[in-house]
Nanobody, 115 residues
Framework: QVQLVESGGGLVQAGGSLRLSCVASGTTFSINAMGWYRQAPGQQRELVAV???????NYADSVKGRFTISRDTAKNTVYLQMNSLKPEDTAVYYC?????????WGQGTQVTVSS
């Protein structure tokens, strides 16, 4: 089992920045990829960014050039640096970790961007 704990959400004005962190614990050796999804009110959960153990990175088109995902394997932590935030980035951000057999989710952290 893998447990994920996110931190770093909050309220920020448009144009501002936030950095999300997600720490994994448990059977972390089984993790292949980590990343972030988000879900806005009334919307489906959508991919934000993912990074694999091999360093492959995928971003949603809506965040390319503004968000940066990184991973510290030694600390079992994945980060999401979010710059130039827009009101449409407002959502609950969920950390994920993929093993060979299942996907794990964190509890989510709220990001609110005011205009």
């Amino acid at each position: 089992q893998v447990q994920l704990v996110e931190s770093g959400g909050g309220l920020v004005q448009a144009g501002g920045s936030l950095r999300l962190s997600c720490v994994a614990s448990g059977t972390t050796f089984s993790i292949n990829a980590m990343g972030w999804y988000r879900q806005a009110p009334g919307q489906q959960r959508e991919l934000v960014a993912v990074i694999t153990s091999g360093g492959y990175i995928n971003y949603a088109d809506s965040v390319k050039g503004r968000f940066t995902i990184s991973r510290d394997t030694a600390k079992n932590t994945v980060y999401l640096q979010m710059n130039s935030l827009k009101p449409e980035d407002t959502a609950v951000y969920y950390c994920l970790a993929d093993s060979r057999v299942r996907r794990y989710w964190g509890q989510g952290t709220q990001v609110t961007v005011s205009s």
